[in-house]
């Protein structure tokens, strides 16, 4: 087909065409006299480079995709990329008026503060018609939870900031074993083709491995902690002096 074709049959201008080969996003045409021709190929490539882009690759980093694998290994690294993003275990998200999560944690109204602390926690979204996405609502039955306990939404707040804090360090521990482990000796020896649905699997096995493995650490640095705390209570217990007995009046003799 022609460029002008191809243009037609991918829903592009010929202009943009042209610039994709600029930029090294699809390989040149085959040139007859003095026209060049082009095929399925490049259609797969213009086609692969938009879902790219819809994952949030920009064309700068598809380039370099492109440049440096074939097109079998491209559709693999693709298919990694998109596993890689997504969500490492799915919710629902769930709206609500902000009156409405206001009393889910036992307040008058939503503190703007806290909405935007919330926000940065990625546990929280403001909608543009002022209503609250709640992303996380096992998080947001944690706080509903622990303001049953008399723990306010400031204290809820500042504690799941404490939480994500040391998250961020075990994502990054789990992300880093990964790469050094199972990537990196992958990638060194070429992307052979026939490892990929090793390295696909191997991942998809890392994500319930993370989560087991915190719950396990964490269960027994929990035990622990509240071992040392139990102690400390103890301690100081023992060490408050018994409150004193109050004396009975003495029982008055009759006459």
């Not at 797969?44 to 790219?52: K, L, N, V």
């Not at 206001?102 to 703007?112: I, L």
């Not at 191997?202 to 035990?223: D, K, N, T």
Request: charged letters at 35%.
């Amino acid at each position: 087909m022609t460029i002008r074709q191809l243009a037609e049959r991918t829903g592009m201008t010929v202009r943009n065409v042209r610039a994709h080969q600029t930029r090294g996003l699809l390989p040149p045409p085959v040139v007859r006299g003095r026209t060049g021709y082009y095929n399925d190929e490049h259609v797969a490539r213009i086609e692969m480079t938009r879902d790219m882009q819809a994952d949030g690759l920009n064309l700068e980093a598809i380039r370099r995709v492109f440049e440096t694998s074939d097109g079998a290994a491209v559709e693999e690294i693709f298919d990694f990329t998109r596993a890689l993003r997504m969500p490492f275990e799915d919710e629902t998200p769930e709206i609500y008026e902000r009156a409405e999560l206001a009393t889910t944690w036992g307040a008058k109204e939503v503190d703007p503060e806290l909405i935007r602390r919330a926000e940065a926690l990625g546990a929280l979204r403001e909608l543009p018609d002022g209503r609250l996405e709640v992303i996380s609502p096992r998080l947001q039955q944690a706080a509903v939870e622990l303001g049953k306990l008399g723990i306010g939404p400031e204290a809820a707040i500042a504690t799941a900031e404490k939480l994500r804090r040391h998250a961020d360090g075990v994502a990054r521990v789990f992300v880093e074993i990964f790469v050094e482990e199972i990537w990196e000796p992958f990638d060194r020896a070429g992307r052979p083709e026939k490892d990929w649905p090793r390295i696909r699997e191997a991942l998809e096995r890392m994500r319930p491995l993370a989560a087991q493995g915190l719950v396990a650490v964490f269960q027994i640095a929990m035990a622990e902690a509240v071992e040392k705390a139990s102690e400390r209570t103890l301690q100081a217990a023992a060490g408050k002096p018994a409150p004193k007995k109050r004396k009975k009046p003495a029982k008055r003799r009759g006459r």
